[in-house]
């Protein structure tokens, strides 16, 4: 996984000031516009994956998606989304989480995931690590159970994984600062 590490952190692409002034974006559209490294970056984690019962990948929105798709076609196994408030047509369940300055949602189908479906939860990237553990929440409530997230990139320094709890997880690329 080292070398596919060194792959991926090559094409990421650090965009200054985005969303907001001091802040230091560290944009995966680079990363999935290389076929090669997409394709090598699914298969890494679907080897991670490939001895373990997966009956669900959960891509947070929207990055998340580009991952979960492909990771779950690899798996042969479902595709389950978590979305922003509004997206989802239907009876959702719905967590919110605390952001920087107020407060989010994600909301995901009832019957997106059966009880005691053993899920992996994707993201791109995990940062203060809110969302993921918003996520993690959601496949909890279903009655499913979280083997793993995962996310490409770690903004270490931010300390997100501390919010994950008990949930496994594991990252490609870490930045400590």
């Keep these: 996984m080292e070398a596919l590490a060194s792959q991926v952190r090559n094409l990421i692409r650090d965009i200054p000031n985005f969303p907001k002034p001091g802040v230091l974006f560290k944009d995966l559209m680079p990363v999935f516009a290389d076929g090669p490294t997409h394709r090598a970056l699914i298969d890494g984690l679907a080897s991670r994956y490939a001895a373990r019962q997966v ?54 189908h009832l019957d997106a995931l059966r009880e ?47 919010r994950l709890g008990p949930y496994d997880f594991f990252s490609l690329v870490q930045y400590l600062d």
């Design 55 to 108: 009956d669900a990948v959960v891509g947070i929105e929207s990055r998340g998606f580009l991952l979960a798709a492909p990771l779950a076609y690899a798996l042969g196994c479902g595709t389950v989304v978590a979305r922003k408030p509004g997206k989802l047509p239907g009876e959702t369940r719905r967590v919110s989480y605390a952001l920087e300055y107020g407060e989010d949602e994600l909301h995901m």
């Design 116 to 162: 005691g479906a053993q899920v992996v939860v994707v993201d791109d990237l995990l940062a203060t690590g809110g969302t993921m553990r918003a996520t993690c929440d959601l496949v909890e409530h279903s009655k499913a159970h979280v083997l793993e997230s995962v996310t490409v990139v770690e903004l270490s320094f931010l300390n997100g994984r501390d």
